[in-house]
């Protein structure tokens, strides 16, 4: 947005010169013979000639150097604003359980890690200024991507994740809540996250879920869990080595293993660290789970506006030196001396 001003707008008072000039022009003219200065008195009785239409072009060109003068002191300036709006992002960390378990195809056509990963990567993309990072856990915990704003790499890290990143099996929720946790910088005042995502309960890792939430509270991180699963469970496919062909794990007895949710732990993580629980039971409710906590952690927004001037007066200083050197010349080679 650009503007025009003056910033000593007072000068303006000395346009007040023109009309007493006017008037002291009239009134010594008819006092005082041979004006130094022109009046009109002077112009009417001034005999014909180049020097006559000098005379009456005077005027006009010294009350035209009086009013660029008064608009050099008044100092004009042209001007606009320029707004600087500055993200301050919030820091989140996504943790993903990558357990067999996650194989199991009851949220769409394709199995639990797969549609998960789309989720998660839409999530990202609709990220701006918020610094994301990347923990995968099963029976234990590892960092694929520190907080970091470049997205792209993050996702192509994602990619590349499945039921084989983490070697040892299991559900290590606890380790995955303290590595995300050492994650983060606690150097400046910044909002912390933790996207939780698992389908199964803690049965492995060294640290218990209730001594991960108390460093989080702590630390004041806000964790958000979702279970992933429908509440009966579902089957976990394997391929088995042997033949190549998909089974299901089975207990002692030959019956088949429903992997379920532990939902009071993850229920507890959330409400005790001042997140929320959620529970994803198809591909849908997933993607909603993750646009609703993309609602609820606002990133904070503040526009700098700052003014910039640029003076003009150099502009109407340089024309009235002109004018007033055309003055002096006229004066100089042609009216002087003249005597009325």
């Not at 990963?117 to 610094?131: H, P």
């Not at 992997?259 to 001042?274: F, H, P």
């Amino acid at each position: 947005m650009s503007f025009f001003q003056f910033e000593t707008p007072q000068a303006f008072i000395l346009l007040l010169l023109i009309p007493l000039y006017f008037y002291l022009n009239r009134f010594l003219s008819k006092q005082i013979n041979g004006l130094p200065f022109t009046s009109l008195e002077v112009i009417k009785k001034s005999p014909i000639g180049l020097k006559a239409k000098l005379y009456r072009f005077l005027l006009p060109l010294r009350l035209l150097i009086l009013v660029l003068l008064i608009f050099s002191l008044a100092r004009p300036q042209f001007g606009f604003e320029k707004k600087e709006t500055k993200i301050k992002g919030i820091d989140i960390m996504l943790a993903i359980d990558t357990s067999k378990s996650m194989l199991a195809e009851d949220l769409s056509n394709k199995n639990r890690i797969e549609t998960s990963k789309e989720v998660i990567s839409n999530f990202i993309k609709q990220q701006k200024g918020n610094k994301i990072g990347l923990v995968v856990f099963s029976g234990k915990s590892f960092t694929l991507s520190p907080l970091t704003l470049d997205y792209d790499i993050l996702l192509n890290q994602l990619k590349e994740v499945n039921v084989d990143t983490v070697k040892v099996d299991g559900t290590a929720i606890g380790d995955a809540i303290i590595n995300c946790i050492y994650r983060f910088n606690y150097d400046k005042k910044q909002t912390r996250i933790i996207i939780l995502l698992t389908d199964g309960e803690n049965n492995s890792g060294q640290v218990e879920p209730l001594s991960a939430i108390n460093v989080a509270i702590s630390k004041k991180v806000k964790i958000y869990t979702i279970g992933v699963g429908k509440p009966e469970g579902a089957p976990m496919p394997f391929r088995n080595p042997d033949n190549g062909v998909t089974e299901y794990a089975r207990d002692i007895n030959g019956n088949i293993l429903l992997s379920k949710i532990n939902e009071s732990d993850l229920i507890t993580i959330a409400d005790k660290t001042g997140g929320t629980y959620f529970r994803a039971t198809d591909n849908k409710a997933l993607q909603e789970i993750y646009v609703k906590i993309n609602s609820l952690e606002k990133s904070e927004v503040s526009t700098i506006t700052s003014k910039i001037y640029q003076e003009k007066m150099s502009y109407f200083l340089i024309i009235s030196l002109i004018l007033i050197l055309i003055d002096f010349l006229l004066n100089k080679k042609f009216l002087n001396p003249i005597r009325i």
